[in-house]
């Protein structure tokens, strides 16, 4: 069992950064992909970045490849997305989720391939 807990949202102005924090408890967080995910009001959960648990590679939505970051400290079982030049269109809550079967680069963005899901933390964005 993992428990992932998100933390970093808030109410930002249009432009500004903000970095999200994703820590884990219970197995060993290395072992695991992590996932970041959001959903908007009345829209579907969206991928938005992943890192697999060797950070060679890490993968992004096309909306948000030029802008957020996704990085991760074993150490300290924790995953961050830096989300920089922040959109309206970004306002959403933001999901962490964990998931350690083998994926692709298709399948990493598939939500349901993920087995542990954090709380969620809201990201809103004015203008």
């Known amino acids: 069992q993992v428990q992932l807990v998100e933390s970093g949202g808030g109410l930002v102005q249009v432009g500004d950064s903000l970095r999200l924090s994703c820590a884990a408890s219970?197995?060993?967080?290395?072992?695991?992909?992590v996932g970041w995910f959001r959903q908007a009001p009345g829209k579907e959960r969206e991928f938005v970045a992943a890192?697999?648990?060797?950070?060679?590679?890490?993968y992004y939505s096309d909306s948000v490849k030029t802008r957020f970051t996704v990085s991760r400290d074993n150490a300290k079982n924790t995953v961050f997305l830096q989300m920089n030049s922040l959109k309206p269109e970004d306002t959403a809550v933001y999901y962490c989720?964990?998931?350690?079967?083998?994926?692709?680069?298709?399948?990493?963005?598939?939500?349901?391939?993920?087995?542990?899901w954090g709380q969620g933390t809201q990201v809103t964005v004015s203008s």
């Open positions: 989720a964990a998931r350690s079967r083998s994926f692709t680069a298709a399948t990493i963005k598939e939500g349901d391939d993920y087995d542990y």
């Open positions: 219970g197995r060993t967080f290395s072992n695991y992909v």
């Open positions: 890192i697999p648990w060797i950070a060679f590679n890490t």
